[in-house]
């Protein structure tokens, strides 16, 4: 997928494309919302807004690229998961668990 960070982009990129995507997700975390300007964005991550555009293409560009972001870390944490040596039940308990922290940790993402 285009909006995925590649592993042989430069350093500088890859930071770049994670402040914008870490600075979004402090705003929409704050606000409860996936409602923000791209002028927030850079102001939070200290870059041009403009690179929102070169990175991810859109706005739209950007949230995809914070809910795959999110997505990836919480399929890798399922997988484990799933691998572990523990009763069924007590893996249906940190499921729900894992799920009730990732909506805590990201609202918007429901």
């Known amino acids: 997928m285009a909006s995925l960070i590649e592993p042989n982009q430069p ?50 560009g950007l949230l995809i690229a914070v809910v795959e972001q999110i997505a990836t870390r919480v399929l890798k944490q399922l997988h484990e998961l799933i691998a572990m040596n523990i009763s069924p039940v007590e893996k249906v308990r940190l499921h729900i668990a894992g799920v009730m922290k ?8 429901n």
Do not use: W
Request: net charge positive; proline share 2%; hydrophobic share 35%.
């Open 102 to 109: 990732t909506y805590v940790r990201h609202p918007y993402c």
């Open 11 to 60: 350093s500088a990129a890859r930071d770049s494309r994670e402040s914008l995507i870490a600075a979004t997700t402090q705003i929409m975390t704050a606000r409860n919302s996936i409602e923000f300007s791209l002028s927030e964005v850079a102001s939070k991550s200290g870059l041009n807004a403009a690179l929102v555009k070169y990175y991810f293409g859109s706005k739209r």
